[in-house]
């Protein structure tokens, strides 16, 4: 059964870079129709997509973020990884590593996310 | 950028209750819409895609319904394991988007 867990430090200072890798077991993140991607949720607020990264190193960015953010594939070691430069309080929240597979109803294509990591708090402070 | 607003924000329902969550986007996703729950301190799980076909695995009183901008998910018995949160999600275009979420209570 394939599995997604985030890890990383849980403690970031402002102004520095949060790096988060996720790690999946059971699966390969080089199989066809599959997007790996991140969603956060800060403390008391709704989720809020990042970004995704496919096989090919296609990338998609949400715009709030696109300055900032680098998603990336290691097929060597079967991870993904997220980088948030010049962090703020503001990026304090629980971070998710999911996945996002090709299913097809009536003939049409449905990306939707249908395997999620339990997430990890990344707290920024000095 | 298409925002998902859902309604209620949260209720609280007796065992056994038919459970209606509403889901609203500001402009057509025509049915790239998924319906996700979530526990305190378990992964986002995925109940619906494509606004009304169920995820292997989840339970038939699960089920979602809606095109366009409106969409609802209904619990037709709840049960003590339904308490969660409820989020919906479009995916018919980036930015990516939720629904502030719903949360369901148990009376």
């Known amino acids: 059964q394939l599995q997604l867990q985030e890890s990383g430090p849980g403690l970031v200072k402002p102004s520095g870079t949060l790096s988060l890798t996720c790690g999946v077991s059971g699966g390969s993140i080089s199989s066809t129709n599959y997007y790996w991607g991140w969603i956060r949720q800060p403390p008391g607020k709704g989720l809020e997509w990042i970004g995704s990264?496919?096989?090919?190193?296609?990338?998609f960015y949400n715009p709030s973020l696109k300055s900032r953010v680098t998603i990336s594939m290691d097929t060597s070691k079967n991870q993904v990884s997220l980088k948030l430069t010049t962090v703020t309080a503001a990026d304090t929240a629980v971070y998710y590593c999911a996945r996002r597979g090709r299913l097809v109803v009536a003939d049409t294509d449905h990306w939707h996310f249908d395997l999620w990591g339990r997430g990890t708090l990344v707290a920024v402070s000095s | 950028d298409i925002q998902m607003t859902q309604s209620p924000s949260s209720l609280s329902a007796s065992i056994g209750d038919r459970v209606t969550i509403t889901c609203r986007a500001n402009?057509?996703?025509?049915?790239?819409l998924a319906w996700f729950q979530k526990k305190s301190g378990k992964a986002p799980e995925s109940l619906i895609y494509?606004?009304?076909t169920l995820q292997t695995g989840v339970p038939p009183r699960f089920s979602g319904s809606g095109s366009g901008t409106d969409f609802t998910l209904t619990i037709t018995s709840l049960q003590p394991e339904d308490s969660a949160i409820y989020y919906c999600q479009q995916y018919k275009s980036h930015p990516l988007s939720f629904g502030g979420g719903t949360m369901v209570g148990i009376k």
């Open positions: 494509a606004a009304s």
């Open positions: 402009e057509g996703i025509d049915s790239y």
């Open positions: 990264v496919y096989k090919s190193g296609i990338t």
